[in-house]
Nanobody
Framework: VQLQASGGGSVQAGGSLRLSCAAS????????MAWFRQAPGKGRNFVAA????????YYADSVKGRFTISRDIAKNTVYLQMNSLKPEDTAVYYC??????????????????????WGQGTLVTVSS
C-alpha cells in the first residue's frame, strides 16, 4: 500500500484545514487508517483512526470535537477535517495504514508502531 498525504499549510488560530491521504497499490478494505502528528522535538502521536469497513472512528482527547476523520470508499482516500485549530496543533501530520489482522489488543490503533504503511508527512502550521 502506498499512501500520499496532502493538504497541509499555514493557518491562523481558529481556522480550518482538510488533510487527504490517498491509498494505492491495493484496496484498503478492512484496514485501519490513521493520522499521527509529530511536533518539532517531540514523538509521533496518535490523532485519529478509522476502521475502513465499519466506519468506526477513534480520536485523541486533544482533538475530540474539533477534528473529524472520514473516508471516501470510491476514492480510496481518508480525510482529516481540522477545525478550531490551535497553535499546539502545529506539527507534521502523517497518515498510516494497517490491516490490523496481527493486532491482539483492541486499542492497538493508538500506537504508531502497529502500523505497517506510512505516507510522507504534510506540515500544518497554526499561528496565534
Amino acid at each position: 500500500v502506498q499512501l500520499q498525504a496532502s493538504g497541509g499549510g499555514s493557518v491562523q488560530a481558529g481556522g480550518s484545514l482538510r488533510l487527504s491521504c490517498a491509498a494505492s497499490g491495493r484496496t484498503v478494505s478492512g484496514y485501519y487508517m490513521a493520522w499521527f502528528r509529530q511536533a518539532p522535538g517531540k514523538g509521533r502521536n496518535f490523532v485519529a483512526a478509522i476502521k475502513w469497513s465499519s466506519g468506526d472512528t477513534y480520536y485523541a482527547d486533544s482533538v475530540k470535537g474539533r477534528f473529524t476523520i472520514s473516508r471516501d470508499i470510491a476514492k480510496n482516500t481518508v480525510y482529516l477535517q481540522m477545525n478550531s485549530l490551535k497553535p499546539e496543533d502545529t506539527a507534521v501530520y502523517y497518515c498510516a495504514a494497517d490491516e490490523g489482522s496481527r493486532w491482539t489488543y483492541s486499542g492497538s490503533y493508538y500506537y504508531a508502531g502497529k502500523y505497517k504503511y506510512w505516507g510522507q508527512g504534510t506540515l500544518v502550521t497554526v499561528s496565534s
